[in-house]
């Protein structure tokens, strides 16, 4: 089990910048990829960045290319999710994913990931 604790969420003008932290319980060697996902109101969760661990490969939703990088931090069992030009569009609760054990990522999906509470981002126009 891998337990995940998300911070950094919060409200911006739009054009704004925040950045999402997320941190495991596990060590990054042991998870296979890490991910972020949203929710907005009445509508699905949809992916918006992954980063394979072991090589750092990356992918990213079209809507979100050229303004949020992800990355990681070994020593911190941390992922990032800095989201600079922020958009109304943009506003949802914010859920970390982490693939461990049987667990894996194709592409923007992640199968039998753990996920953690979410943190909420508000861009106001």
């Known amino acids: 089990e891998v337990q995940l604790v998300e911070s950094g969420g919060g409200s911006v003008q739009a054009g704004g910048s925040l950045r999402l932290s997320c941190t495991a319980s596990r060590d990054m060697y042991s998870i296979n990829c890490m991910g972020w996902f949203r929710q907005a109101p009445g509508k699905e969760r949809e992916g918006v960045a992954t980063i394979y661990t072991g090589g750092g490969r990356t992918y990213y939703a079209d809507s979100v290319k050229g303004r949020f990088t992800i990355s990681q931090d070994n020593a911190k069992n941390t992922v990032y999710l800095q989201m600079n030009s922020l958009e109304p569009e943009d506003t949802a609760m914010y859920y970390c994913?982490?693939?461990w054990g049987g667990g894996y990522c194709a592409g923007l999906s992640v199968v039998s990931g753990y996920w953690g509470q979410g943190t909420q981002v508000t861009v106001s126009s």
């Open positions: 994913v982490a693939a």
